[in-house]
């Protein structure tokens, strides 16, 4: 196959699904994760896609928010860092929340592993992370759902979900964010996300950002959180030390977990 008929392919399947993996196309379409990435690089200069960690995204999606299943499969190495070192920040017995997105999914299952998850009460308005407490064998668990509109990414939003939070109060709440703007803040695309995220934060003794190093380079519409308001920022250490250095002096605290390395197709025998 030709690069002109890879690159083609590349860009309808970006078109239905809105991101794309590396190594996904690499098994697809025969060839090597190298040939697959110089195939990205070259749309990606010539502005046809965004080129992100482990794929790309599609440039019409970069103020939209993708859908969940498309978003799971996308940074999966950074998100596992990322979720490792959250879960040092539960207790057993703990009453905590957790928000929508893929980052915060991956979160409860590494904590749901744990022994840190003993006793502890999750709120949440994400459906996936409601199944996952729900599918477990153990139910040491409890898992208050918040109710509301669900959005693309399997959240649940609106005034329903706010009233009902409204009336809680939790020791931590871990959010996902779809952009962090410096010297802004932290960005959904939907207003009745942000709007839900903020109402998390209102019953929160404290928040913690679950966030990946590309989200510095994205932009979204709605602010949800300013940095003085957030006292922990978890992402990994892919981040630009001068991006690193100007969120550090935001934020609180800054936590730049170790990347966990995926395996890869290198070779080009399938050419």
């Given amino acids: 196959m030709i690069s002109s008929q890879r690159q083609h392919l590349i860009l309808s399947r970006l078109r239905t699904r809105g991101a794309v993996r590396i190594t996904a196309l690499s098994k697809e379409l025969g060839v090597s994760a190298m040939t697959i990435r110089r195939d990205i690089a070259d749309l990606a200069d010539k502005g046809l896609l965004k080129r992100v960690h482990g794929g790309a995204v599609t440039t019409s999606t970069l103020l939209a928010e993708p859908l969940f299943s498309v978003k799971s499969q996308m940074d999966i190495g950074l998100k596992d860092a990322i ?6 920040y539960v207790a057993p017995g703990d009453v905590i929340a957790i928000g929508g997105g893929t980052t915060a999914y991956v979160f409860a299952q590494h904590l749901l592993e744990s022994q840190q998850a003993a006793g502890i009460t999750i709120l949440t308005n994400s459906i996936p992370v409601a199944e996952l407490v729900q599918a477990l064998e153990s139910k040491d ?99 630009d030390p001068v991006v690193a250095k100007q969120t550090k002096d935001l934020v609180k605290t800054l936590v730049l977990a170790k990347q966990i390395e995926q395996p890869s197709q290198e070779s080009e025998h399938n050419q």
Avoid: Y
């Fill in 83 to 88: 979720a490792q070192e959250a879960v040092k």
């Fill in 141 to 239: 668990v409890e898992v208050i759902v918040t109710g509301g509109v669900i959005t693309r990414s399997n959240s649940l939003v609106g005034p329903i979900a706010d009233k009902v939070i409204g009336s809680l109060r939790v020791n931590t709440v871990f959010l996902g964010t779809h952009s962090v703007s410096i010297p802004r803040g932290f960005l959904m695309p939907n207003s009745l996300e942000a709007a839900t995220d903020m109402a998390l934060m209102d019953i929160a003794d404290r928040t913690i950002i679950l966030t990946d190093h590309t989200k510095w380079a994205c932009t979204s519409l709605s602010l949800f959180a300013r940095f003085e308001q957030v006292d922990t920022v978890i992402t990994d250490d892919g981040l």
